[in-house]
Structures are given as structure tokens and as C-alpha cells.
């Protein structure tokens, strides 16, 4: 292939070719560099080649055996590797082994290949510096890693965490904590190889479809000291470990570690092991970022949307309903109530409470929208007032009776055509950030310019600090506002705002600023 006779065979696509040790990857973004390409192939064994097409976007890759080749293609298939945040497409190529001598410009791809093996002979760190004398620990290379799920809309357990990372070489313990509104791991790998591995081939991807990212990064601790074997923490070279009921499982001298004084419990109430409430293929979920021998959880069909069991006990839909106290009963309504939660889940209804208007109930779709809800919105200002969320000990809300005074205060809004997460794996679950003072604006008609947009948010009293259309895409917009507080108002009072042209104006918070 050197001479260029067969380049019409990665013209568009191939009628796939049987196992090869050579890889053919598509659709590879200009700036990507050799190294990157590498990393695909390194969590399944040595690379020996690499060719880089960088006009037609496309690279091969050479593993030193078929095996390997044909473990990366299958764990591919079900997962598709991303490089920079672009997919990229693997398959096996027609050609059984790359000959790149007589090309020019491999200079380049030659020094990644022996800078990325040398790391895996052990005798080289990462940034090319030898490594230090004290028994071949390269820098950066601790058997620990740091583990941060965004995105969380499912529970993540520990049991999932040890599932996924286990592929990769023998996890001998986990801690799992929330810190800074996130739900974290710290997970020891028996030797730094393995963590090398797991940290270049899960960093970035998602446990499930569109949700749940894994940011995997070295810890600065080289081994963990776990007092507690139970749902936050396992060490499994000790099975003799007591529970220790839940106790924060750290103990002082690694919660400096942390900079935090106490560890939250679970991120999610309820049983130690909770099964992800799924209900995308009620068998269970694609485990879409996970190499293929993993195939699909299997959750117990208990597990269904919000569905749980206790040891036992019959499923409910436990802890989906919120308790939100200290509103301004003079602005508060249920369906302004019911457009702020519903940024983060399905409201299905929402009851302000007729005794005590200052409080309010809300029922989410399931547990996990309503710890999401709770953990955005407790402590933010709403019409002049910090409100309070938490789970409520009800398990629904109850309509009113048959003409039951009730003065509008219950409304239902389970048929509500503006739920935001009806669509399993829909993009929204992915845009789920916290309350900020810059909007994202979607669906505006191609006519509307930004002094139109800029007048409806002013007209209707907030203070517009800044604007911007998204260059690639006229129907986005970015919007900053005076605060938090009027930005969380103007979500509510302008989110489905009608723009005319059957355009409904969509407001979300915007993790970017202006």
C-alpha cells in the first residue's frame, strides 16, 4: 500500500474484510496527533505501526497480534471511540501488515510509537523524562485513580464502578464519595499498569447511553486505607471488614486528601446496591462505553424507571417526591414550579401546600430526577427567598377529591407535552448543569435577531449583561444575565415563550459564559 496502487480501497465505505491485525480508522479530525490514534490501540496491546492519511482523515493502525486486533474491533462496535469529542469509526483493513519504510513524513508517527511503548516497557514516564530511581514509578503513574461521574442520571454504584474498571486488571479497593455536588471515586488497581490503561481507555466515556461521563485521572495517593466494607466502600483483599453502618468511610488523615471534612453518604437514598433505574430495554442497558464481553447489565425487572426493591419489600417509587419550603407564596405558582424542576427530570405534578403556601410538594418521574432536582436547587434564591429541597416522605401527591377547595394549588402534569426527558438517551440528559446566570436559548426561528431576544428578556424586567448567537447553529443562543436569581427567573417566565413561526422559545442554564 506504500506505493499507493490500492488507495482507492479507503475510498468511502468498505464491505468489511475478515480479521486482520491491521486496522483501518475513518473519519479522523485534521488536528488529532499520532499519539492520540495510538492511545486507541494501547488498552488492548502493542501498537507496531501507524500511517496517518491526515487529508483523507483516516490513519492505520498495526496491533503486534490478530487477537488484539480483533478484542479492539469488537469492544469498538459496542462503543464508539471519540477522539477530541469526534467519532471515529475502527474496522479491519484488506492489508495483513502496514509497510511504511519508504514514506516520507513517518518520522513522526515512528517517535509516538516508541515514546507510547517505551512507557509500556516500563523503563520511560509519559513525558519522556526518566523515571525516578525509587523502584520504577513513573510520575503521574499512581495505581490509584481519581474517578468523577458527570452527567449523573442514573446511580452509579460501586458494584458498576468495580464491573467496569475490573476489564482492565485487579481493582483491589474503591471509596466512593460526593464532593462539590459530584458523585466521586477512588479506586486502586493492584499494579499503575493497569490504571494507565483504564485511565486512556474510559476517561470520557459514558457507563450509559448519552449519560453518566467518566473523568479518570491519577490520584496523588498511592494506596487507600479502607475501614469500612460496605455500599461506599470495599476493600477486597480484606473481606473480613465491618460494614460500619454507613459511617463516612474515610478516615482523617485521607479526608485532608479531600478537603473535605465530612464525606457525604451515598448519592442516591435508599438500598446499598440500588440497581440503575432504567427503563431504556427493560432487560437491562446497553452498556454502551464497555468492552463487549461485558455485554448488558441485567437489572432485576424491579429496577424499572424509579422502581426499587428493599430486601424484600415490594417496589415503589420511593423518594421521588421533593419537599420544597421557604418559596414566596406571593410569586410561587405550580406551574412556574413545575418549569424550574423541570429542567432537571419530569415533574408529574406539584402541589403548593394550601395551609402553607410557602411550601410546596413536587413529584418527579424518579428517584434519581428528584436527587438531581435537590441537589441543583436547594439553596438558591427564588423570588428573594433561599428555598429548601429535600425528599419528602410522601410517596406521591394526592389530586384533590371531587370538588375539594383546593384554589388551583394541585396541578398534574404528567401528559405535559414540555417534559424535557421523555425520550430515553435524549440529548437533553446530557445538558444537565447547574443554575448560572447565562441561559441557553434554543429552537429560534431563523428570522429572530438578537435585538429581538435581548428586548423580550429586558421588556419583561431582567438585566441583559451580554448576548451571542452560536456561530455554526442561528436557532442557539447565549444569554447573561444580571444574577443567578433573575436568570432562574427568566427560565421560568420565557422558557416556551412563543416566537411566532411555531417556534417555542427552550431555556436551559449554560455551563459556558460569555
Do not use: W
Not at 288 to 298: E, I, S
Not at 403 to 419: A, I, N, R, V, Y
Amino acid at each position: 500500500m506504500a506505493n499507493g496502487t490500492d488507495s482507492k480501497t479507503y475510498k468511502g465505505e468498505r464491505s468489511p474484510c475478515g480479521p486482520s491485525r491491521v486496522l483501518h480508522v475513518r473519519k479522523v479530525p485534521i488536528e488529532v496527533s499520532e499519539a492520540e490514534v495510538i492511545s486507541l490501540g494501547v488498552p488492548f496491546g502493542k501498537v507496531t505501526n501507524l500511517l496517518m492519511l491526515k487529508g483523507k482523515n483516516q490513519a492505520f493502525i498495526e496491533m503486534a497480534s490478530e487477537e488484539a486486533a480483533i478484542t479492539m474491533v469488537n469492544y469498538y462496535t459496542t462503543a464508539t471511540p471519540h477522539v477530541r469529542n469526534q467519532p471515529v469509526y475502527i474496522q479491519y483493513s484488506n492489508h495483513r501488515e502496514l509497510k511504511t519504510d519508504n514514506l516520507l513524513n513517518q518520522g513522526r508517527a515512528q517517535a509516538a510509537l516508541q515514546a507510547v511503548n517505551a512507557v509500556h516497557s516500563g523503563n520511560m514516564s509519559l513525558s519522556g523524562t526518566a523515571t525516578a530511581s525509587d523502584g520504577g514509578m513513573m510520575p503521574g503513574q499512581s495505581p490509584v485513580l481519581r474517578i468523577i461521574v458527570e452527567n449523573l442520571y442514573y446511580p452509579v454504584s460501586l458494584e458498576v464502578l468495580h464491573q467496569i474498571f475490573s476489564k482492565f486488571g485487579t481493582v483491589l479497593k474503591i471509596i466512593t464519595f460526593t464532593k462539590n455536588n459530584q458523585f466521586q471515586a477512588l479506586l486502586q488497581y493492584a499494579d499503575p499498569m493497569n490504571a494507565h490503561h483504564a485511565k486512556v481507555a474510559l476517561d470520557g466515556q459514558n457507563i450509559y447511553n448519552g449519560c453518566c461521563t467518566l473523568r479518570v485521572e491519577f490520584s496523588k495517593l498511592t494506596s487507600l486505607n479502607v475501614k469500612y466494607n460496605n455500599d461506599k466502600s470495599r476493600d477486597f483483599t480484606r473481606l473480613d471488614l465491618p460494614s460500619g453502618d454507613g459511617q463516612p468511610t474515610l478516615d482523617p488523615s485521607m479526608q485532608t486528601a479531600f478537603g473535605a471534612p465530612g464525606i457525604i453518604s451515598s448519592p442516591y437514598p435508599g438500598a446499598p446496591g440500588f440497581a440503575p433505574a432504567i427503563g431504556f430495554h427493560q432487560a437491562g442497558l446497553s452498556m454502551q462505553a464497555m468492552p463487549g464481553a461485558l455485554g448488558p447489565l441485567t437489572i432485576p425487572s424491579s429496577a424499572m424507571t424509579g422502581r426499587m426493591t428493599i430486601h424484600g419489600m415490594t417496589p415503589t417509587t420511593i423518594h421521588s417526591v421533593l419537599l420544597v419550603s421557604n418559596l414566596n407564596p406571593e410569586s410561587i405558582s405550580p406551574h412556574g414550579l413545575f418549569i424550574l424542576f423541570g429542567v432537571y427530570g419530569d415533574v408529574h405534578r406539584v402541589k403548593i401546600l394550601f395551609n402553607k403556601k410557602e411550601n410546596a410538594l413536587i413529584q418527579m418521574a424518579d428517584a434519581t430526577q428528584a436527587q438531581l432536582a435537590m441537589s441543583h436547587l436547594n439553596g438558591q434564591r427564588l423570588y428573594g427567598k433561599v428555598i429548601r429541597v429535600t425528599i419528602s416522605k410522601h410517596q406521591t401527591v394526592q389530586l384533590p377529591r371531587e370538588g375539594q377547595e383546593d384554589q388551583g394549588l394541585t396541578k398534574d402534569f404528567s401528559g405535559s407535552p414540555l417534559h424535557r426527558f421523555k425520550k430515553p438517551g435524549s440529548k437533553n440528559f446530557q445538558n444537565i448543569f447547574p443554575p448560572s446566570a447565562t441561559l441557553h436559548l434554543s429552537n429560534i426561528p431563523p428570522s429572530t435577531t438578537d435585538d429581538f431576544l435581548k428586548d423580550l428578556f429586558a421588556g419583561s424586567g431582567y438585566t441583559v449583561k451580554a448576548f451571542k448567537f452560536f456561530q455554526k447553529d442561528r436557532k442557539m443562543a447565549l444569554i447573561q444575565l444580571g444574577s443567578v436569581e433573575e436568570a432562574i427567573q427568566a427560565l421560568i417566565d420565557l422558557h416556551d415563550h412563543d416566537l411566532g413561526e411555531n417556534h417555542h422559545l427552550r431555556v436551559s442554564f449554560s455551563k459556558s459564559t460569555i
